[in-house]
C-alpha cells in the first residue's frame, strides 16, 4: 500500500507540475507579446513624431510617410490634420487594402476625434478606443488611432493620425515558433474577440491573460495554448516502473546509510568515552559529582590524589571523610543550604568559594570550590558537579610575596628619603647663593654707607625674603614632585616666568661677562603649568649654558639667547641657546641620566629633573649640537601646553622684543 501510495502520488505530481510548466510558459509568452506589442506602437510614435510638420511641403510629408508605412506593417494609414480637423494630407500602407472605401473616414472619426482632443489638452500623443473598419467582401479590420498633437510655440498646429491594425500588430509580436503552439487575440472586458494571430486555435485548458495599457486607452490581451491536459496512460508504466526503481534503491541506500551511520556513531561515542576518561584522568582539578542529597556519585584521580582517600571510600562514607571534625557541623549547614537552593539559583551564581579541606594524614589544605547543576537529558536536575583546585601553594605564595612587598615598600620609602634629600640640596643651592650674595652685597653697603644705602638695603632684603619664599615654594615643589602628585597648576604669561628668573640667572651671568638676550612674541603667550618647578627648569639651563660658556676665551663671544614662539595652538616652545664648545656625541646619549655630570662640583640632577618637569606636564624635551645654522654651541628646547584663552597662530608673524644685558 506504501509503494501504491507513493506511485499514485508520484503520477499526481508528475501531472501537476507538467500542467503548472505549461502554464507558466503561456503566462511568461503572454507577457513577452504584452511588452512587444507595447515596444512596437512606441516606434511607431517616435516615427509618428519624426513626420514634418504642417509647414513642411506635401511632397516631403508623403515621402516620410511612405517610408513608415513601409517600415510598419500593422501601420494602415496616416493622416496629416490642421488644427480644425481638416484632412491636409494622407497615406495609405502598400501592404493593405485602402481603409474608409466602403464608408468615409468622416464617418468613423468619432474615436479618432476623442482622442485628439485629448492628447491636445493633455499636449501628449493619445490612442482612441479600438473600432471595426469594414471592407468590401464582408472583411474588415479591428483599428485603433494614435493622435499626436503639432504644437508651434505651445499654440496647436494641427495633429498627425495613425491608423493602426490590431490583428496586424499581433502578428508582428509573435513569433512563428509560437505561433503554431499558441493562439493570441485581443478581448474585450466581456470576453468578445477583436482581432487574433496564430496558426492553432487555443483548446483554452491553458489560458493567460495581461493588460496592455496605453496613453488613452487599455488593451486586454488573452493567450491560448493549443496543448490540452497532460496525459496519464504514457507517463503511468514508465513512472510506475522508474517510481519503484527508485525506491527501492533509496531503500537499500537508506538501510546501508543507516548501518554505517550507527557503527561511526557506537566508534564516535566509544572515542568520546576513552577521550574524556583520559581528559578526566589528566586533570590536576579535582572533579566531584554529588546526588540532590548530597551523596558522592564519582570523584576523578585527582580528587582522590587531593584529599587521599580512594573512591570507595567516598562513595560509601556517609558524610565526607575530607572534612575537618572542627568544621563538619558547618559544613553540614552549608551544604544543606546551598542543596536547597535550587539548580536555577545556583545556575545565576557560579562564584566559587574557598573553603578548608582535610587529607587523610590530618593535615588541612585550602581549597576553591566551583559548583554547577548536573542536567541530564531530559532537562532534570539530578545533582551537583563541583571542580575542587588545591590553592595551599598559592596562598604560601601570597604570603611570601606580601611580606616581600612590605620590605619593599620600606625599601622604597627609603629610596624615596635620599631622593628627596639629594634633590633639596641641589635645588637649595641656587636660592640660599642669592641669599649669602645679597647678604654680602649687604654687608659691602653697610661698611661704606651713603644716602642710598637704606634703598639698596631694602631692595636687597626684599630680594632675601624673596629667595627665602623661592627655596619654600622649591622645597614644597620637590616634596610633591617626589611624591609623584598632581601639582598646583596655573595659566601664566611666559613673560612672567623670565622675569622671576633673570634677576638670579643676570647675577651669574655678570660674573663670567655673558650677554643675554631674550625674544618674546607680543603678546606674550599664557602655558599652564607648575610655575616653581617651570622657573626651576628655566634657571637650571640658563646656568648650564653660561657655565658651558666659561670656557669660551673672547668675553664678546659669550651670549646666551633665550625665545619663546608659539609653534602650534596647543604648544609654546621655549628655546635656550649658548655659544659654548657644543656636547661631544659620546655625552649625548647620556646627558639626561639621573646622577651624570661633567663637572667635578656637580650632582648630575638638573637635565633629568628638568626633563622629567616638562614630560610631567605633558610636553618634551631635546636639544641639538651645535646649534642650527652655526658651527658651535647648544640650543635646548622644551614645549609646554598652552592656555585656552592664549591660542594663537602659529605661522602669524609674532612682534618681538630684544632686552640685552
Not at 509647414?55 to 510629408?61: G, K, T
Not at 477583436?194 to 488573452?222: C, S
Not at 491536459?229 to 543507516?258: H, M, Y
Not at 590553592?391 to 604570603?399: F, H, K, L, N, P
Request: charged share 20%; proline share 5%; net charge neutral.
Amino acid at each position: 500500500m506504501l509503494l501504491l501510495v507513493a506511485l499514485t502520488l508520484l503520477v499526481l505530481l508528475t501531472a501537476r507540475h507538467e500542467a503548472s510548466r505549461v502554464q507558466d510558459q503561456t503566462d511568461a509568452l503572454a507577457a513577452d507579446v504584452a511588452a512587444q506589442v507595447r515596444s512596437e506602437l512606441l516606434r511607431m510614435q517616435q516615427g509618428l513624431q519624426a513626420l514634418p510638420s504642417q509647414a513642411a511641403p506635401a511632397e516631403r510629408w508623403h515621402a516620410d510617410a511612405d517610408e513608415l508605412l513601409r517600415r510598419n506593417r500593422a501601420l494602415l494609414r496616416i493622416e496629416r490634420r490642421s488644427a480644425q480637423w481638416q484632412i491636409s494630407d494622407s497615406a495609405n500602407s502598400a501592404y493593405a487594402p485602402p481603409l474608409f472605401s466602403l464608408i468615409g473616414r468622416s464617418e468613423m472619426d468619432v474615436e479618432a476625434a476623442a482622442a485628439c482632443s485629448a492628447s491636445r489638452r493633455s499636449a501628449a500623443p493619445m490612442f482612441s478606443r479600438s473600432y471595426f473598419v469594414p471592407l468590401p467582401g464582408g472583411t474588415g479590420f479591428e483599428v485603433l488611432d494614435l493622435c499626436l498633437p503639432v504644437l508651434d510655440g505651445g499654440r496647436n498646429d494641427g495633429y498627425q493620425l495613425a491608423t493602426v491594425s490590431l490583428q496586424a500588430l499581433l502578428s508582428g509580436a509573435l513569433a512563428p515558433e509560437q505561433a503554431r503552439r499558441h493562439e493570441v487575440s485581443f478581448v474585450e472586458a466581456d470576453g468578445a474577440r477583436l482581432a487574433r494571430a496564430g496558426a492553432a486555435r487555443g483548446r483554452g485548458v491553458y489560458r493567460a491573460e495581461t493588460l496592455v495599457d496605453l496613453a488613452g486607452t487599455t488593451l486586454r490581451l488573452r493567450m491560448d495554448s493549443a496543448a490540452g491536459p497532460p496525459s496519464l496512460i504514457p507517463n503511468l508504466a514508465t513512472g510506475a516502473v522508474l517510481g519503484l526503481s527508485v525506491l527501492l534503491v533509496a531503500l537499500a541506500l537508506l538501510l546501508a546509510r543507516d548501518v554505517d551511520r550507527r557503527a561511526r556513531a557506537e566508534g564516535l561515542l566509544a572515542e568520546a568515552l576513552a577521550f574524556r576518561k583520559a581528559m578526566e584522568d589528566s586533570l590536576i582539578t579535582g572533579l566531584r559529582a554529588r546526588t540532590l542529597q548530597g551523596q558522592i556519585t564519582y570523584v576523578n584521580p585527582a580528587f582522590c590524589a587531593m584529599v587521599g582517600f580512594t573512591a570507595e571510600e567516598l562513595g560509601k562514607a556517609p558524610q565526607p571523610p575530607y572534612w575537618p571534625p572542627e568544621l563538619a557541623e558547618a559544613y553540614a549547614q552549608r551544604q544543606a543550604a546551598r542543596l536547597a537552593a535550587g539548580a536555577a539559583d545556583a545556575a545565576r551564581s557560579r562564584e566559587g568559594f574557598e573553603t578548608l579541606f582535610m587529607r587523610k594524614t590530618g593535615e588541612r589544605f585550602a581549597v576553591m570550590i566551583y559548583e554547577a547543576p548536573l542536567v541530564d537529558g531530559h532537562g532534570q536536575h539530578t545533582g551537583w558537579m563541583s571542580a575542587v583546585l588545591d590553592v595551599s601553594a598559592q596562598r604560601r605564595i601570597e604570603d611570601l610575596s606580601r611580606q616581600q612587598h612590605e620590605r619593599l615598600q620600606a625599601t622604597a620609602r627609603l629610596a624615596t628619603i635620599g631622593e628627596m634629600a639629594s634633590l633639596l640640596s641641589h635645588e637649595l643651592n641656587q636660592p640660599l647663593a642669592a641669599i649669602a650674595s645679597y647678604a654680602s652685597g649687604s654687608l659691602n653697603l653697610m661698611e661704606q654707607p651713603d644716602a642710598d644705602t637704606p634703598a639698596l638695603l631694602r631692595q636687597a632684603l626684599q630680594r632675601i625674603t624673596e629667595q627665602a619664599e623661592r627655596a619654600g615654594r622649591v622645597i614644597k615643589s620637590v616634596h610633591d614632585f617626589v611624591r609623584r602628585r598632581e601639582q598646583q597648576r596655573e595659566a601664566i604669561g611666559v613673560d612672567l616666568l623670565l622675569e622671576a628668573v633673570l634677576p638670579l640667572v643676570r647675577l651669574q651671568a655678570r660674573k663670567s661677562g655673558t650677554r643675554i638676550d631674550t625674544e618674546l612674541p607680543q603678546p606674550a603667550p599664557r602655558v599652564v603649568c607648575d610655575r616653581t618647578m617651570v622657573e626651576q627648569v628655566l634657571l637650571n639651563l640658563a646656568r648650564n649654558a653660561i657655565q658651558a660658556m666659561e670656557q669660551v676665551s673672547d668675553p664678546a663671544a659669550r651670549v646666551l639667547r633665550i625665545r619663546v614662539r608659539q609653534t602650534h595652538e596647543r604648544w609654546v616652545t621655549f628655546y635656550l641657546a649658548d655659544a659654548g664648545p657644543g656636547i661631544d656625541r659620546e655625552l649625548a646619549a647620556r646627558l639626561f641620566t639621573p646622577f651624570f655630570t661633567t663637572r667635578s662640583d656637580g650632582m648630575g640632577l638638573g637635565l633629568s629633573l628638568c626633563r622629567t618637569v616638562v614630560e610631567q606636564h605633558g610636553g618634551a624635551m631635546d636639544f641639538d649640537s651645535p646649534v642650527p645654522g652655526t658651527h658651535a654651541g647648544t640650543e635646548f628646547r622644551f614645549t609646554l601646553p598652552a592656555a585656552p584663552a592664549a591660542v594663537s597662530a602659529a605661522s602669524a608673524d609674532n612682534e618681538t622684543r630684544t632686552v640685552a644685558t
